[in-house]
């Protein structure tokens, strides 16, 4: 399997504080990558480096074969911000057709991804009047329409009802079985389960890069936030 | 730049405003009463309601479009929606311009009433045509909205943005030459003038105000306008930057 994105010994500094420390990973193609870890730890920014709004300090991530943020990724990657990014003005639909628009999308397309999210009973109405899930849910229509190569998600399932909590779970194997490369970032450990593998990340270092299975079995345990504690645990001891 | 991007950006833009109707009210319906306000102030001296009245159809647009931009493009940074468009094959000129052209197009509607009215209704008397007045006022707002752009690059609040408006409106409307003609200012305070945009678009309205066809100082004048609408612009591309810290 090859990789769709490679990050090599990445530095970031926000600020005078440095968030990631020589962060490496590869995520492979097609596959479901669980980014977790307390909030602060540094997910956000690993995932700003990976779409290329970030200013990092050294280190290079490789992402379908182009440097992060390259213009040809940006026709194949959608980015889902944490705070929903999407006109407060605008209607659902508009929102969902102005962002089809600049990647070359026809209505249609717009309108599939409304539907995806669940969202077309509320189409037409104005995103401010939206509840913080429904918003969330028009921020990420706008991320999946047209099936990018590579989907960046930002704790997309955060106050989302369990049904449709699950639902976009579904939605998001079914869009990597068609080929997309999935990263989503949570920091609810029973998330990390629906995940083909997992980047455990603390204080902006990797804990662990392995398959749920694999992370459950190095910890010695079945319950994934008791794996998580263990191997901080394991690695202070380490340090 | 992609026409379809930025054909996109004009009527995502334009929808927003729509949206907002109290916001197209207020364009339309402030200018009419402030004009109606200069009418009643100067009822017994039309000569200088025409002189002040011809200014203020030039003035409107760009305060207006100015501060609506400045907010505009503010919340566009705060939302994160920036953020997002400079992950798509969005070009910073499509934003720039799209900006440009959709306040550029609502600013035509807003000086159309405001001329109308003020020809009509107030009896508004200038030796050239209405349509260069129109022309002038739309320039003038697009030059709002340029130097909006690049202005909320340097508010990271809507309080903050707001102060722009004093810092950059009022001091070109002070030394523009309505108040004092400006050959008659301290030295240091027309070479001040000389550079502010504001004084050349004042003075082409004051041209078409004197002369009953277009003169070459209103066709230069327009052309520094449209020249300080596009270092505007430029400027304003610089500050958007695809990578933050």
Request: aromatic residues 6%; glycine residues 8%; charged residues 20%.
């Amino acid at each position: 399997m090859t990789s769709a994105i490679e990050v090599q010994d990445l530095v970031v500094e926000r600020g005078k504080r440095r968030v990631l420390h020589g962060l490496t990973c590869m995520i492979p193609r097609g596959s479901v990558t669980g980014l977790l870890g307390p909030s602060g730890s540094g997910k956000t920014t690993l995932m700003r480096a990976v779409v290329g709004v970030q200013v990092v300090r050294s280190g290079s991530i490789m992402v379908l074969g182009e440097p992060a943020g390259a213009a040809p990724l940006r026709r194949k990657v959608g980015y889902l911000t944490q705070a929903p990014s999407v006109y407060a003005d605008l209607t659902v639909r508009e929102n969902a057709r102005y962002f089809a628009a600049l990647s070359g999308y026809d209505a249609a397309t717009a309108e599939r991804a409304v539907a995806d999210v669940g969202l077309a009973d509320a189409a037409s109405q104005l995103v401010a009047t939206l509840s913080g899930g429904q918003r969330s849910r028009a921020s990420l229509a706008c991320a999946i329409l047209g099936e990018p190569e590579l989907l960046v998600l930002d704790e997309p399932t955060v106050g989302q009802d369990p049904v449709l909590r699950d639902e976009l779970w579904k939605q998001f194997h079914d869009l990597a079985g068609k080929g997309t490369t999935i990263l989503v970032s949570s920091h609810v450990m029973d998330e990390a389960g629906r995940c083909e593998r997992l980047l455990l990340i603390r204080e902006g270092a990797l804990i662990a890069d392995d398959t749920p299975a694999a992370v459950r079995e190095s910890a010695g345990t079945d319950d994934l936030d008791e794996a998580f504690l263990r191997l901080i645990r394991a690695q202070e001891v380490t340090a | 730049m992609s026409a379809r991007i930025l054909g996109a950006t004009i009527v995502r833009i334009l929808r927003q405003l729509l949206h907002d109707r109290r916001t197209v009210a207020m364009l339309i319906v402030v200018p009419a009463l402030l004009l109606a306000l200069l009418y009643f102030m100067y009822d017994d001296q039309p000569m200088v309601f025409d002189r002040i009245a011809l200014v203020m159809l030039g003035v409107f647009p760009f305060v207006i479009m100015f501060l609506v931009t400045s907010i505009a493009m503010l919340r566009e940074r705060t939302s994160g929606t920036l953020e997002r468009l400079l992950t798509t094959p969005l070009g910073k000129l499509d934003l720039l311009f799209g900006y440009g052209i959709a306040f550029g197009l609502a600013a035509a509607v807003q000086a159309s009433v405001a001329a109308a009215l003020a020809y009509w209704l107030f009896d508004l008397d200038t030796a050239g045509s209405t349509g260069l007045v129109i022309l002038i006022a739309v320039v003038n707002a697009v030059l709002g909205v340029a130097l909006g752009l690049f202005c909320s690059a340097f508010a990271r609040t809507e309080f903050q943005a707001v102060q722009f408006m004093p810092v950059v409106a009022v001091p070109q409307i002070l030394l523009c030459g309505l108040f004092v003609s400006r050959d008659q200012m301290a030295g240091w305070l027309e070479a001040i003038s000389d550079v502010l945009p504001l004084s050349y678009a004042v003075e082409a309205l004051q041209e078409v105000g004197a002369h009953a066809d277009p003169t070459a100082t209103l066709w230069r004048d327009l052309g520094i306008v449209g020249g300080c609408v596009v270092v505007a612009l430029v400027l304003a591309a610089a500050t958007l930057r695809r990578r933050t810290a």
